[in-house]
Nanobody, 120 residues
Framework: VQLQASGGGLVQGGGSLRLSCTTS????????MAWFRQAPGKERDFVAG????????YYPESVKGRFTISRDNAANTVYLQMNSLKPEDTAVYYC??????????????WGKGTQVTVSS
């Protein structure tokens, strides 16, 4: 599975961005999908997960209520809607595919990241 993330950019604090991740290769709907992020000098952190069917999602407390993950299996795409962005959300964001739930670990495939920068 090849994953390609897009939609990052520079946004002011309080603003919104929508990330997209398109996939190709094996059947997209076979996998739980996730978003992770990595800030400079920090470890990669789990941000959001969505089950293969799209009916179940999972978020850490740090983004709950601000971020929404969704997927379109017909379009082989997963999205991350980010609202009320804060400077501490600044990071490179990665999409990922795996078979465990929640998809915090056991990731099979990683996409290249997209940079999100939130100014204060």
């Amino acid at each position: 599975v090849q994953l390609q993330a897009s939609g990052g950019g520079l946004v002011q604090g309080g603003g919104s961005l929508r990330l997209s991740c398109t996939t190709s290769g094996r059947t997209f709907s076979d996998y739980h999908m996730a978003w992770f992020r990595q800030a400079p000098g920090k470890e990669r952190d789990f941000v959001a997960g969505i089950a293969w069917g799209g009916g179940t999602t999972y978020y850490p407390e740090s983004v709950k209520g601000r971020f929404t993950i969704s997927r379109d299996n017909a379009a082989n795409t997963v999205y991350l809607q980010m609202n009320s962005l804060k400077p501490e959300d600044t990071a490179v964001y990665y999409c990922a595919a795996g078979s465990r739930w929640p998809p915090i670990d056991g990731i099979y495939y990683w996409g290249k990241g997209t940079q999100v920068t939130v100014s204060s």
